[in-house]
């Protein structure tokens, strides 16, 4: 019997409404002919979802803007009512309009979103995420930890429902002090596992025995860090090679990477909040309306 597989989807597109400056991506525009490519991508690997009968769990982490693509909302919508499909998220800017939504079923679907403060006005993404909190959308809101972020991150917390859980990442490549830190903790409790690169060589993963990464083509990997391929999707070879096995790389600082390190002990902290970066006990203690 297979086991439940958490898959990790990212197709060809490359394209974002948004100009973040620390963001490659930014305000990159993908030909007719790449689109049309990611379109018929996105809808293989959603037949391929359809004929499995094992538990699966798929997190959409696009390089671009999926949302505002409407065959990313139909295979949210799609795939939130497969029986087998647990859960089923994308990470998003959240620039795109809601409704949608209400076609899904929201026992299933989540949303992992990040504020950019340089991008959009306060008020019209707050409204967003209040808006799907009126409509019993599960989701996070996320912000970057830039020092110039922090004030806009200290309103969104102040005004965000209790319930809502707003994560922090730290800035690549940034090394923050204590107290820079601390700063940060006092609105995302769990910033100390983004803080700093966590050492992984030869520990315990999830990645390529129960989590796997899945690109436009079907090659699977263990996750997006890691390039040495274990098969394809489609021709079933992948699921000869998943088996537990120790990380190969010296550290990992995404947390969609070091979320499956064993050692730290995250499945406990977030549970079935996994995809959507939502913690079992949130709000917590400190929190709570």
């Not at 129960?210 to 990997?221: I, Q």
């Not at 860090?225 to 999707?233: D, K, M, R």
Request: proline share 8%; net charge neutral; glycine share 6%.
């Amino acid at each position: 019997m297979v086991r439940h597989l958490t898959v990790l989807y990212r197709g060809p597109l490359a394209s974002c409404d948004y100009d973040c400056a620390y963001c490659p991506f930014a305000k990159r525009r993908d030909t007719p002919e790449q689109l049309r490519a990611d379109r018929a991508a996105l809808e293989r690997f959603e037949d391929w979802v359809a004929d499995q009968r094992h538990p699966i769990s798929v997190l959409f982490t696009p390089w671009g803007e999926g949302l505002v693509r409407s065959w990313y909302r139909r295979a949210l919508v799609r795939l939130s009512h497969l029986p087998h499909v647990e859960r089923v998220a994308i990470q998003t800017n959240l620039s795109h309009r809601t409704d949608w939504t209400s076609e899904a079923d929201l026992g299933r679907l989540a949303l992992w979103t990040t504020y950019h403060p340089d991008q959009v006005p306060y008020e019209r993404f707050l409204a967003k995420s209040r808006d799907l909190t009126s409509r019993g959308v599960r989701h996070s809101v996320g912000i970057v930890g830039q020092p110039e972020h922090l004030p806009a991150a200290r309103r969104l917390r102040a005004d965000l429902p209790p319930g809502t859980y707003l994560w922090v990442n730290a800035a690549e490549g940034r090394t923050y002090t204590d107290e820079e830190a601390a700063h940060w903790t006092e609105i995302d409790p769990l910033f100390s596992y983004s803080r700093r690169p966590h050492r992984s060589r030869a520990l315990p993963c999830r990645t390529g025995d129960t989590v796997v990464s899945v690109d436009g083509n079907g090659d699977v990997r263990r996750c997006h860090f890691v390039p040495e391929p274990l098969g394809n999707l489609y021709d079933a070879s992948f699921r000869a090679s998943l088996r537990p096995r120790p990380c190969p790389a010296a550290t990992c600082d995404c947390h969609i990477g070091y979320l499956h390190l064993e050692p730290l002990g995250l499945y406990d902290v977030f549970t079935d909040g996994l995809l959507e970066r939502i913690p079992a006990h949130w709000p917590s203690p400190t929190h709570d309306a």
